[in-house]
């Protein structure tokens, strides 16, 4: 079966797990077609990024003015449906997070992209994220595009879903995917319940290389690793502070920020103020190898996030046999058990985090390498890529199946397939 997929940036750094479904989804015997808005000038630093931008189309790499020329062709290959998207784009657009302009725009990303998967023949697309990704692919079904579906992740979705008119995006999409059950219970405050039954779970899930690498012993260094992008919700401040706070009391402690962000000027600010030079350090973005790297170097990871959906880099420390240091918010305790795989705190409490770093750096190795014993046989059940990537293969094909075959085909007649660039 062919399906299509739209994300905002692809690849991204920060967004491996998207690359990862993908690539699971093709085991599975899908031929996938990427297709981004932005993301072929990016910065990457990964090798099977760099060879998954080769494989992606760029809506916005020839300039507006593709998107005018396709808009203009679109108008006149299917009058009818070109303004039914207009129509949908303009109220999209009324009181919204973004104002009409964004929303006719997303309406030409649309037209660009319809006569692509027409040509490519996906039966399917499929968006992550429930912002303007899930607006275009909405936008090309209703020009006549295959039928779509959108993952939801958070945290922004749920921080203002009336603003993206997530109930209207879920009456008219094929299914909806949660990261987790508490994803899940936030679309179900916001969707009508007739709904609710296309509100599917399929977790994030590891490709094999981080299930299949052999236990690394814990190391004696009082070292933990903070892994995402330096940003407000990721809680950065609030730990270097906590580090502060242990070392006055003469509690040895490193630290490593493995990411880099809007954010890392105010954080190195704060890192000289507290005098922390030389036990703070921060990477800049690094490669899912060098993630693997910081985390197996460290005796944990802290995640002391204010907002989340469920990160990813949480299922990689536990996959690496790594206890979890991170905050009750969203998802994050479906999958960490506070004492069993490691500990949760309130977020936005620094003494509590300085507590409970405490208390981790006076456990004893053993007890530590239990819990990552505990926390990698938890991901193992949870989050297999190519067991998730099955789920989301099944809810692909039961859509295909149930959908008229005149519906099915609408987008591989639409248009003359070089008719439209």
Avoid at 148 to 164: A, Q, R
Avoid at 357 to 362: H, P, Y
């Amino acid at each position: 079966m062919k399906i299509a997929y739209l994300v905002n940036q692809y690849p991204k750094v920060s967004h491996s797990f998207i690359r990862r479904e993908i690539l699971a989804l093709e085991r599975q015997g899908f031929d996938v077609q990427r297709i981004a808005v932005r993301g072929w000038d990016g910065e990457l630093v990964d090798d099977e990024d760099l060879r998954e931008r080769d494989r992606t189309r760029y809506i916005l790499q020839d300039g507006m003015a593709s998107l005018l020329i396709a808009s203009m062709r679109m108008l006149a290959a299917s009058p009818i449906r070109f303004f039914q998207a207009l129509r949908l784009a303009l109220k999209m657009g009324w009181r919204a997070d973004r104002p009409w302009p964004f929303h006719l725009i997303y309406l030409a990303e649309a037209c660009r992209i319809v006569p692509w998967m027409s040509r490519f023949g996906a039966r399917h697309v499929h968006a992550h994220f429930g912002t303007n990704s899930a607006e275009v692919v909405m936008l090309a079904t209703t020009l006549g595009g295959p039928p779509y579906s959108f993952t939801v992740h958070g945290p922004e979705e749920f921080d203002k879903p009336e603003f993206l008119r997530i109930k209207e995006k879920v009456s008219r999409c094929a299914f909806v995917v949660a990261i987790s059950s508490f994803g899940r219970s936030q679309l179900f405050r916001w969707v009508k319940y007739v709904d609710w039954p296309k509100v599917h779970v399929v977790h994030c899930g590891l490709e094999p290389v981080f299930h299949s690498l052999p236990a690394v012993p814990i190391p004696a260094v009082p070292r933990v690793v903070c892994v995402g992008r330096l940003c407000e919700q990721k809680g950065q401040l609030l730990l270097v502070n906590a580090v502060s706070q242990l070392l006055r009391k003469g509690i040895e402690i490193e630290l490593v920020l493995a990411g880099d962000g809007e954010m890392r000027a105010e954080l190195e600010s704060l890192i000289v103020q507290r005098r922390l030079q030389a036990r703070v350090l921060i990477t800049g973005w690094i490669s899912s190898d060098q993630v693997r790297t910081e985390i197996l170097a460290a005796r944990a990871l802290v995640l002391p996030s204010f907002a989340e959906g469920l990160p990813v880099v949480i299922m990689e420390a536990m996959a690496l046999r790594r206890p979890v240091l991170t905050t009750y918010v969203a998802g994050i305790p479906e999958l960490v058990r506070p004492g069993e795989s490691g500990w949760l705190f309130p977020a936005g409490d620094v003494d509590a985090l300085a507590a409970v770093l405490e208390e981790f750096l006076a456990t004893p190795v053993s007890v530590l390498e239990a819990m990552g014993e505990a926390g990698h046989q938890r991901v193992l059940e949870r989050h297999s890529a190519d067991t998730e990537a099955a789920k989301l293969a099944q809810l692909f094909r039961a859509g295909q199946a149930a959908a008229p075959a005149s519906e099915a085909a609408s987008a591989a007649v639409l248009l003359v397939p070089d008719q439209v660039e």
